[in-house]
């Protein structure tokens, strides 16, 4: 009798596992595509200027030297802002810099990226901040900002000989 109850009770728990899946569906999560922004190299080295200030939308990293915070405009440039009263900040310039994403800065020199290129800019007179030296090809190309999917036709192989990608568009 004992024997049958153990076989009873084997062929149940048997039966019970088959209930339910060994593995649950996996739910796909959508992989963001992107397309390149480009520009071309003769247009992105014109492109840089000192501007009026303007208003932040995709800010990136903050640099603080004293008087001036330096924040990034991820992809466009630079805002310089007044901070000697930091009850009341007052923005200065915009210092447009096509695909930009990082900025140091050493002495009155402020470095910046450019796409590939590494810009040394004079920063002694912030209003009249002037560019005083450009490396091509520098750094790599710019990153997505999360990883994802490139169709073909924005492929590198596939863009412009003189194109330069100077941001990213989710599509």
């Given amino acids: 009798m004992r024997r049958y109850y153990s ?4 062929g149940v728990l048997l ?15 959508p ?5 390149p922004l480009l520009m ?5 080295e014109q492109a840089v200027a000192v501007l009026p ?16 915070i330096l924040i990034n405009e991820r992809y466009q440039g630079v805002h310089i802002i007044n901070n000697q009263d930091p009850s009341h900040p007052r923005p200065v310039a915009f210092l447009r810099i096509p695909g930009n994403v990082d900025v140091a800065m050493k002495g009155n020199l402020l470095y910046a990226d450019s796409g ?13 901040a002037r560019l005083l030296h450009r490396v091509r090809e520098a750094v790599p190309e710019l990153p997505m900002p999360e990883t994802g999917d490139v169709p073909t036709e924005y492929q590198p192989q596939n863009r412009p000989a003189d194109a ?3 941001g990213w568009q989710k599509l």
Wanted: glycine fraction near 4%.
């Fill in 40 to 44: 071309a190299r003769p247009q992105l």
């Fill in 164 to 166: 330069v990608v100077v």
């Fill in 53 to 68: 200030p303007r208003d932040m939308h995709n800010t990136g990293k903050i640099f603080l030297r004293d008087p001036y």
């Fill in 15 to 29: 039966t019970s596992l088959t209930a339910c899946p060994l593995i649950s569906p996996i739910e796909r999560i």
């Fill in 116 to 128: 590939p290129d590494l810009l040394t800019f004079d920063l002694s007179n912030v209003q009249e």
């Fill in 7 to 10: 076989l009873l009770l084997g």
């Fill in 31 to 35: 992989i963001p595509v992107y397309k």
